[in-house]
């Protein structure tokens, strides 16, 4: 059994435990692991037979919570003489304190004079020896039984004894004067072994001792708990001309361990929990530890309408987060979101960055990352599951029948669960004996009744498969002639991704799933996840996917990636808690830099009306990415390809094509002025870009109400080519800002979008009309919308204006706290290219690399 000793005084006087083992010895080492976990054990001091101090024992504490000093680690600091990192074993350390005392009555005990240890081995002895020599004394160590004892013990000047002195070693053998310790009494129980003058003082002193250690590792704690100041050391970059591809300059970089880099940013050992070499997860308990530390800087960036190449503003995120911490020594964190596997190895490729601003190692940022999205695909399709089995066993089964299995007699017992109780009181049914309902509570209880014509819950799978856009369900034999149509969307679209990205806490993701609306009964009253009794399920399934992943740029600074994509079909941010975290890292005059998805009238509108609002974060800065390519698009140029080569007006000088385009800047830095916040353009140098096409742009951005205008080269050099953009954004972060919401559904489609107006199909005025009187007509918009135009219309560049914004559906994230209108023919499941990315993406068999990721 494990025992706490002294455990009241020490919490109240020292907040910390001191432990007392006293286990079989197949049990002390997994009893020491399970407490080296416990964050409320802060010492942990063992208390054992001799027998059982082996080196796998004292080595199974880890070197922080060592309060006996014993471990391989400790010993190490202590011979090397680190005086405030080390704690000396009180045994040890009672012994030297004695001699100093005796040595202060006027006797030399240490200096100059030879040290005999008898029968004190291993650690104690490592420590003693040292903490000897240290004062000048000559120690040498042997056994009662060792050959030549009387000679050793008639030429030292003190004995010290780790073992009762047998009856076979006459007193006489000590030459006169000589002082003997007896250092073998049990330190806890206070059992002494030896009748002798210095025994009670060394086990006096290092019980006291011991207590100092605790005193000692508790301060340590403490200032553990402090946000400290970085020791980041930054990865050098050595940028080659021509740039060679982005897995190929990924793989010519050497990444710190990432538990190297989670010490450096101030992060305690048990914070994060880690995936293989280069990527952790981190603990939400950061946020209480640091909880009164000051936020930094909130920089977001977006960016113009793009060409469906994408115009690199997860590039324009890592570089500027390279510029601010590697080169001008500001602490940052940039915050990702996790790519798809449908953008992957569909047209897109990967999100990881590219040339020189990059999160590393690509591949695994790229590849399954910490499984995130698995876990939400797994806990969509079991809430999926759990709809369409509930509908047919209520279809086949009685009132009687149906209770009878709900609620199981189980070793002679009924008895509700906790998500059964809790249904029972929405019912407003006060009861928690099953055997005391009526049969009209009985039915209420067992029925949904859910009207399958109203489900809105959709199964999903992280591919591009455009062929599970609309399919067929329950055709087998067993299904009992329940069938309906239904469909697949992609997994980053499922309402769980974007609970996920705007949960604050565990229990408020908890809370979020239960309130998640999948259907309505046939009365049309909304029935959710809660209802279906699959609410804590879920949690289970997203319990380690809450945490964020710590990854590093090429230049060694730290990233977060957490959440998912797709701000055109879904509200594609990353998370809350990602962004809280490293606000508090960072400290007061640090910056966090975050991505939204597509142009800033989809992803920058969706961060600002949803997650904003659902974190009470305010934004210091954005950042909009540009290109030329991009402007002269917009400016009537001829249409961009995936995968086709680009014209010759993308590769040759033309200002009368970028100033045209620049309209589209010139709304989209509008749009941002919406929401009061300071501006800065980032535009993403190209080598096709002429000087004079770059001085047009940032020209015209300035004129336009942009704070400032800074061409960037970071994709060629790293965080060196992104200073420039680091210091304007740094200038722009001091500007007062009087940031605030936009609301209504036609507020975003005339001020943002330039519609004239909307129209609503008969089924999107009916959900509307449902979710109003249901309750939820006060909740913010996430539309799901091209992200080609600021219209409906991808082929429609520049501002297109006068136009009217068709809604085709309306559906409800409840959990998330959204509403979302579908725009148009927009599909919730992209679908995939005749030439996809996996024709170029293969697998040495040899040496496991992988080739052909973007």
């Known amino acids: 059994m494990v025992v706490f000793l002294l455990e009241v005084f020490l919490l109240e006087l020292l907040l910390t435990k001191l432990l007392t083992v006293c286990l079989p010895h197949l049990f002390i080492v997994s009893e020491i692991l399970r407490l080296n976990e416990d964050p409320n054990v802060q010492g942990l001091a063992l208390d054992l037979p001799e027998s059982l101090y082996s080196s796998k024992i004292l080595n199974a504490v880890k070197p922080e919570k060592d309060v006996d000093g014993l471990s391989d680690v400790n010993l190490g600091r202590l011979v090397r003489g680190e005086d405030s990192d080390y704690l000396v074993s009180p045994t040890a350390g009672a012994v030297v304190e004695l001699l100093e005392d005796l040595e202060s009555q006027g006797n030399n005990l240490t200096y100059g004079k030879t040290v005999l240890l008898v029968d004190i081995n291993g650690a104690l002895g490592s420590s003693l020896q040292c903490l000897l020599q240290r004062r000048g004394a000559i120690t040498a160590s042997c056994h009662w039984k060792s050959p030549g004892l009387q000679s050793k013990l008639h030429h030292v000047d003190v004995v010290v004894a780790g073992s009762p002195k047998p009856e076979s070693v006459p007193v006489s053998w000590l030459k006169p004067g000589t002082t003997l310790i007896n250092c073998s009494s049990d330190l806890l129980s206070g059992r002494q072994s030896l009748n002798n003058t210095t025994e009670n003082a060394v086990?006096?002193?290092?019980?006291?001792?011991?207590?100092?250690?605790?005193?000692?590792?508790?301060?340590?704690?403490?200032?553990?708990?402090?946000?400290?100041?970085?020791?980041?050391?930054?990865?050098?970059?050595?940028?080659?001309?021509?740039?060679?591809?982005?897995?190929?300059?990924?793989?010519?970089?050497?990444?710190?361990?990432?538990?190297?880099?989670a010490k450096e940013i101030g992060l305690l050992t048990d914070e994060i929990e880690i995936y293989g070499q280069t990527k952790a997860k981190v603990r939400l308990s950061l946020l209480e530890r640091l909880k009164d530390q000051p936020d930094g800087k909130y920089v977001l960036v977006?960016?113009?309408?793009?060409?469906?190449?994408?115009?690199?503003?997860?590039?324009?995120?890592?570089?500027?987060?390279?510029?601010?911490?590697?080169?001008?020594?500001?602490?940052?964190?940039?915050?990702?979101?996790?790519?798809?596997?449908?953008?992957?190895?569909?047209?897109k490729g990967g999100a990881a960055g590219g040339g020189y601003a990059q999160v590393i190692p690509m591949e695994e940022f790229n590849l399954h990352l910490t499984g995130d999205i698995h876990a939400i695909t797994a806990a969509n399709n079991l809430l999926a599951a759990a709809i369409d089995?509930?509908?047919?066993?209520?279809?086949?089964?009685?009132?009687?029948?149906?209770?009878?299995?709900?609620?199981?007699?189980?070793?002679?017992?009924?008895?509700?669960?906790?998500?059964?109780?809790?249904?029972?009181?929405?019912?407003?049914?006060?009861?928690?004996?099953?055997?005391?309902?009526?049969?009209?509570?009985?039915?209420?209880?067992?029925?949904?009744?859910?009207?399958?014509?109203?489900?809105?819950?959709?199964?999903?799978?992280?591919?591009?498969?455009?062929?599970?856009?609309?399919?067929?369900?329950?055709?087998?034999?067993?299904?009992?002639?329940?069938?309906?149509q239904a469909q697949f969307d992609i997994a980053v679209a499922s309402e769980i991704m974007a609970i996920l990205a705007l949960t604050t806490s565990l229990e408020d993701m908890k809370e979020r799933l239960g309130k998640i609306v999948v259907a309505n009964d046939k009365k049309g009253e909304p029935v959710t996840a809660e209802d279906l009794g699959v609410t804590g399920a879920l949690a289970v399934l997203m319990k380690d996917a809450i945490k964020p992943t710590l990854m590093q740029t090429l230049e060694g600074t730290p990233v977060f990636v957490h959440a998912g994509p797709f701000a055109n079909i879904a509200h594609g941010n990353s998370s809350i808690l990602a962004d809280k975290i490293a606000l508090k890292l960072v400290g007061e005059k640090g910056f966090v830099v975050t991505e939204a998805g597509f142009g800033a009238d989809i992803g920058m509108e969706k961060f600002f009306n949803i997650k904003c609002r659902a974190s009470g974060l305010v934004p210091s800065v954005v950042v909009l990415v540009a290109t030329v390519r991009a402007l002269k698009m917009h400016g009537g140029g001829p249409s961009v390809s995936a995968g086709a080569p680009l014209k010759k007006e993308y590769t040759e000088e033309n200002l009368q094509l970028v100033a045209d385009g620049c309209c589209n800047l010139q709304k989209q830095i509008q749009i941002t002025q919406l929401f009061g916040v300071p501006v800065v353009?980032?535009?993403?140098?190209?080598?096709?870009?002429?000087?004079?096409?770059?001085?047009?742009?940032?020209?015209?951005?300035?004129?336009?109400?942009?704070?400032?205008?800074?061409?960037?080269?970071?994709?060629?050099?790293?965080?060196?080519?992104?200073?420039?953009?680091?210091?304007?954004?740094e200038k722009a972060a001091n500007q007062k800002s009087s940031f605030k919401y936009l609301y209504s559904l036609e507020t975003i489609a005339q001020k943002v979008y330039g519609a004239e107006d909307i129209e609503l199909s008969p089924a999107a005025q009916s959900q509307i009309d449902r979710y109003t009187r249901q309750g939820f007509g006060k909740l913010p918009i996430c539309m799901a919308k091209t992200h080609l135009s600021l219209s409906h219309q991808p082929e429609k560049k520049g501002v297109p204006t006068g136009f009217i914004l068709p809604i085709s559906d309306v559906r409800a994230s409840i959990g998330a706290g959204f509403i979302y209108p579908l725009v148009g023919t927009m599909s919730t499941m992209p679908g995939l290219p005749t030439r996809p990315c996996f024709y170029d993406i293969d697998l040495d068999p040899v040496t496991e690399e992988v080739k052909g990721l973007f």
């Open 389 to 484: 089995a509930r509908i047919l066993h209520e279809n086949t089964q009685s009132d009687k029948a149906l209770y009878n299995r709900l609620v199981p007699v189980v070793k002679g017992v009924r008895g509700f669960s906790s998500i059964q109780l809790a249904r029972l009181r929405r019912l407003g049914i006060n009861k928690t004996d099953p055997e005391t309902l009526t049969e009209e509570e009985i039915s209420r209880f067992v029925r949904l009744d859910i009207d399958p014509s109203t489900i809105t819950w959709q199964r999903v799978v992280d591919t591009n498969d455009r062929f599970l856009r609309k399919i067929t369900i329950g055709q087998a034999n067993t299904e009992k002639g329940f069938v309906r």
């Open 302 to 347: 977006a960016g113009i309408t793009p060409t469906p190449l994408g115009e690199g503003k997860s590039t324009v995120t890592i570089g500027l987060v390279q510029a601010l911490t590697a080169h001008l020594k500001i602490n940052s964190f940039a915050c990702l979101r996790q790519p798809s596997q449908g953008p992957t190895f569909g047209v």
């Open 203 to 261: 086990c006096s002193l290092a019980v006291a001792m011991r207590m100092q250690n605790m005193v000692k590792n508790t301060e340590r704690w403490i200032h553990s708990q402090q946000l400290r100041k970085w020791d980041l050391h930054c990865l050098k970059l050595q940028p080659l001309s021509p740039v060679p591809s982005d897995i190929e300059i990924s793989r010519a970089q050497s990444p710190k361990a990432v538990d190297v880099l």
């Open 681 to 729: 353009v980032a535009l993403n140098v190209f080598k096709t870009d002429s000087p004079a096409e770059v001085d047009l742009v940032c020209k015209i951005a300035k004129q336009s109400g942009a704070f400032d205008a800074v061409p960037c080269n970071h994709w060629s050099d790293g965080g060196r080519g992104a200073v420039k953009l680091a210091q304007a954004v």
